[in-house]
């Protein structure tokens, strides 16, 4: 029991234990003296409740930091008493009353008692007795407003991403380290910065409403595809796919939809996510080369991800009013190619007016060179090129891997391999990606 | 993170002939609202008796159809879901919660078994 305490609480950056440390061996044979396998039961419930506490909580402390702690503590009451006393009914609601009562305690005491009761008197008056389950729309609206805080625009990108993960994914510094491939004391070290920034700034523990919430929602749907994006296409290192990252964007982007239902650019990226991950299983190959879209073996795909990207595209279409925003058009081109049972029936024109769209929306280079390999299929590639030969001064893309590939390809194709064989080794020479390099040296060295 | 099909198993013969109570619905109800909302709920539903159904049989290379109800078994595939959690602790302590919303009278088996990805 001692030994299972401090592998939870040993570790102050840690959420729950790592999981090396826990009981949950799966050989059934417990690492310490908990034959019922009470503690991995209580780190579980743990682990699920963990993102409504934090937010419980917060909305009482207005300190995502202090509720961390406050929540942690909350865990280690229940190691504590759980299996001596047994687990109570409802679980989450005793962790959730515990650490709330705890924070009232702290604000109580806390030097600047009168003005703190002045600033949260609404909130005190609403703390139930560790009897009474919170309500679940208060829930719902506090973990919004964690949601909104850990992706607020005063911290970096990366950091937004790491606190992110941690308070709302339930990922521990360490799962994120190894997400990342950046040494684990960085990443602690960037949600403690996170922390304190948000608490030195002042930052309201709030929803924002009225003409700033649209970039700042949009600034949270950024942040999840990013982590996504870091699953889907590792920017460095050996893997061609870190599929735990895509997974752990798609939760929170389904999570973000049923808390935010009328939002059309919520369901806009779940189903962007939802459709990119069904094609997860095709896109590597045995010896985990990336396979092409082209190439993919289509029975792979996953019809259930699939039908659930239809499904969640369907419902920002209904919920859009006006010009389409840009999760929502990425979403029908990836349905495009959902719908289409053989790389030949895929419907480009569809996809290249859909890509004129979305640059109309937020013009980018990268929706531009999207934008051209889909004209390259509808209309062939001398149009195609004259549209990629405009961005090639284009400094935001000026080491981006993936221009001098789309540009070889439709040299290749234009039977111009000469040139088409220097672009791909300066394809080459510019992805991180270990295995991406493979593919496109390879493609080089077939020009002739 | 895994996903995993729970099969939920119930003897037909002694389950409620009117099946869930209204009470018992509207648990299930909040209660899939709230795995929904954690994320981790992809497909879910019941399945109509037995009585309904077929079992199609491939033996010594001769196919052979059943019509239900099978009898023989005594407890049945009542309804599934299929969820993507952390791991099978998370997917245990969902259908935990699931199963706790039932009255005293049911007896259930949750099957939980983890999809082979690949």
Known sequence: ?448 | MPRFLTLIRIDEKNAPAEGPSPELQERMGQLLEEITKAGVMLDTAGLTPTADGSRVHWEDGKLSVTDGPFTESKEVIGGYSISQCKDKAEAIEWTKRFLSLHEDYWTITAEVREIAEG
């Open chain 1, 1 to 448: 029991m001692t030994a299972d305490l401090c592998a939870t609480t040993a570790d102050p950056s840690g959420i729950t234990a790592d999981p090396s440390d826990t009981t949950a061996d799966p050989s059934g044979t417990a690492v310490t003296a908990d034959p019922s396998g009470t503690n991995t039961a209580i780190e579980t419930v743990f682990r699920i409740e963990s993102p409504r506490i934090i937010a419980g909580v917060a909305r009482i402390v207005r300190d995502v930091g202090i509720a961390e702690e406050l929540a942690q503590d909350a865990l280690v009451a229940a190691l504590e008493r759980w299996p001596r006393d047994g687990v109570p009914d409802n679980p989450g609601a005793w962790l959730m009353a515990t650490a709330r009562n705890r924070a009232v305690d702290l604000v109580r005491r806390r030097e600047n008692y009168a003005r703190k009761l002045a600033e949260i008197g609404r909130d005190l008056s609403t703390v139930s007795a560790p009897e009474e389950p919170a309500d679940p729309d208060d829930i719902d609206d506090d973990l919004l407003r964690l949601v909104f805080t850990a992706c607020h625009p005063v911290l970096s990108t990366e950091a937004r991403t790491a606190l992110t993960l941690r308070l709302l994914g339930g990922l521990t510094t360490a799962e994120i380290a190894r997400a990342f491939l950046v040494p684990e004391p960085t990443i602690a070290q960037r949600i403690v910065r996170a922390k304190r920034t948000l608490a030195t700034r002042n930052i309201a523990f709030e929803v924002p409403y009225g003409p700033e919430r649209e970039a700042r929602l949009g600034s949270v749907l950024d942040v999840i595809y990013l982590v996504f994006n870091e699953g889907y296409a590792a920017t460095a290192g050996d893997d061609w796919l870190r599929p735990s990252l895509c997974e752990d964007a798609l939760r929170l982007a389904r999570v973000l939809s049923a808390l935010m239902p009328k939002e059309p650019e919520v369901h806009g990226l779940t189903a962007l996510l939802e459709l990119q991950a069904s094609r997860t299983a095709a896109r590597t190959g045995p010896s985990g080369e990336p396979v092409l879209l082209k190439d993919q073996n289509r029975a792979r795909w996953n019809r259930m991800l699939i039908a659930r990207g239809i499904a969640a595209l369907g419902r920002a279409e209904a919920a859009s009013s006006g010009a389409p925003g840009p999760y929502l058009l990425q979403a029908a081109i990836a349905a495009c190619h959902a719908h289409a049972y053989t790389y030949e029936e895929t419907d480009w024109s569809r996809i290249a007016t859909l890509y004129g769209l979305l640059a109309a929306r937020s013009p980018s280079p990268v929706v531009e060179l999207n934008r051209a390999v889909a004209v390259s299929m509808a209309e062939g590639p001398a149009p195609a090129l004259a549209i990629v030969d405009s961005l090639t001064d284009d400094p935001a893309l000026r080491d981006y891997h993936l221009l001098p590939s789309v540009r070889g390809d439709l040299l290749s194709r234009l039977g111009r391999t000469t040139e088409a064989r220097a672009e791909f080794e300066r394809a080459a020479s510019l992805t991180r990606n270990e295995r991406e390099r493979e593919l496109l040296s390879r493609r080089a060295a077939e020009q002739s």
